[in-house]
Every structure is written in C-alpha cells, then in structure tokens.
C-alpha cells in the first residue's frame, strides 16, 4: 500500500504509480535498500530513487506519525496502511503491486506443538507451496519463495 501525508494532491483514482509517490519522498527504514519495494522499483525504473528518501529512521513504530505529521510517504503492508487511515493518512494502491514471496525453513525431524501449529496456519493461509530445492553445496535447502517440507 502506498500511505501519504493526509494533505497529500493525491490522484483522483484508486492507484498511484511509483514516480508519483516517490515525488512525496520516502519515509525508510535501515533495510530499505534490501527491501522488496525497493527492489521493484530499481529495476523496474532505474534511477528513480536517486533522492528519493525524505526520511530514514530505525524505529517502525515512527512511519505512521512521519507520514501524518507531512515528512513524506511510505510503501507498506495493508494493515500499517489501515492504521494509517485511521489517524489521517491518504492510503492507495501500488499501479504495480509489490508482492512478497515469504519462505518458511523448518528442521527435520519432530517439531515442537507450537511450531508444527505455526507450520500448518502458514500453509493454510498461504496455500499450495513450492517443493524443496538444494542449494549448491547445501543438500536440504529450501528454494527462495517456497516452504520447505522435511520428510
């Protein structure tokens, strides 16, 4: 989701595209650089993020208030974007959808009732998964984007 200042000339339509949120400048954490959005949008639009970032800051609880108080807007999950929304935020969709592809990475053999209950609720939620692929020079490694099954 694309959460901006509450004063933000938002487009009128339901979307906003990346060289339109980042003309508000980003609010960011420490990893932004590594982060999926930033990916996207580096190579999907190279240079765009050249002086981009209005606001770095490590603590997340902090995003929400930068962005209320106008320091800028930010890329995050829909329900940061619900809270967002709540305290004044303009909140859009991303034109291009940044998806995650989350990995899960359990160990063999017996797991503990609480894990196997995180195991089963993330396959629920998430669905069908891909099945495991080693990595190089590491037999029983999980492939990125998929959850590994040991048997």
Known sequence: MAILPPDAAAP?????????LVAYGLVVGPWWETSPPYIEIKVSHPGLLQHAIAVRTTYREAYVPLIVSGAGAAILPRFVGDLASAAGAKVMELQTPVVLKPTLVHRKG?????????????LKLYGPVLPPVAAPGKPGTARKGGIKHDK
């Open 12 to 20: 009128n339509r339901a979307t906003i595209t990346f060289e339109e």
């Open 110 to 122: 017996e797991l503990a009732p609480a894990v196997r209950e995180f195991r089963d609720l993330t």
